[in-house]
């Protein structure tokens, strides 16, 4: 048996030609993920609720990876409607899907800050969003005996910081929803992985993109570019191997 060391033993399936689902692509840990599979030649459908922000995606993906197949779908994955949409989308665009990305997400604060209405809101992109498309990517990753369910999840299921109660209600579920589901689902030959950052460098953050940078410098909070590199990692590992969690904090986040 060789033990000789490359990059190939690390990544050793490539994502060329793969097609893949990301919501919530057109910012933060979605956006530097597209940046990242485009430029490996996978098949990409990003999908994100701004259309600014979605344009604005696809005009730096075709300057920076101008032969990548990438199509942008504008969607609200909190409603029924928006998911039919989306997958209507991947049955018109791929033949298979390969992968699912869950990765679209809103922050929010403590539960008594807003309206029921406001927290409806966030569990239904949150939780409902991830599980309802894992459920339609599911009914046809089965057909094929073969899948990979990546959930962005949160380490705020761990942590649960004070004055963050909605989000960590939903991040939480996240984390009990996918060990379940990997179980479920292991006998179909698909794979579920999550992965739960720390503090990441995103519009989601409440500070402004200067002290974010402040604290990335500092080893305090981690860049978008960081979890995708972790995506890409569990993606490209060879069949006999699943990734089943990824916890990445920033080295100075005391979590």
């Known amino acids: 048996m060789s033990t000789s060391v490359s990059l190939l033993n ?31 030649g996978a098949r990409l459908i990003i999908v994100g609720q701004d259309p600014r922000h979605l344009e604005d995606t696809m005009v730096s993906l075709q300057q920076e990876a101008p032969s ?6 504008n ?52 939780l409902l969003g991830y599980m309802s498309c894992a459920r339609q990517a599911i009914s046809r990753m089965q057909v094929h005996r073969r899948g990979h369910i990546i959930q962005v999840g949160s380490m705020s299921a761990d ?13 939480s579920a996240i984390q009990g929803f996918s060990e379940s589901l990997r179980k479920e689902v292991n006998e179909l030959g698909i794979k579920v992985t999550l992965i739960e950052p720390g503090a990441v460098g995103t519009d989601m953050q409440p500070i402004p ?21 972790a995506i890409l990692y569990a993606l490209s590992q060879p069949t006999r191997c699943d990734v089943v969690e990824m916890k990445i904090r920033p080295h100075l986040q005391m979590i």
Do not use: C
């Open 10 to 40: 690390y990544l050793p399936t490539s994502m060329e030609g793969k097609s893949i689902l990301l919501t919530g692509g057109s910012a933060g840990i979605g956006r530097a993920t597209a940046h990242l599979l485009a430029k490996q």
């Open 68 to 73: 990548a197949d990438v199509y942008p779908v």
């Open 75 to 126: 969607a609200d994955l909190g409603t029924e409607e928006g998911i039919e949409e989306v997958f209507k989308v991947v049955d018109n665009h791929f033949n298979k899907l390969d992968i699912l990305i869950n990765n679209a997400a809103i922050a929010y604060n403590g539960l008594m800050s807003e309206s029921r209405e406001d927290w409806q809101k966030v569990v239904n992109i949150n």
């Open 159 to 171: 942590v649960r910081e004070k004055d963050s109660s909605v989000y960590v209600a939903t991040k």
């Open 209 to 229: 993109p200067e002290e974010q940078e402040q604290q990335i410098d500092e080893l305090k909070m981690l860049k978008a570019d960081d979890i995708a590199a």
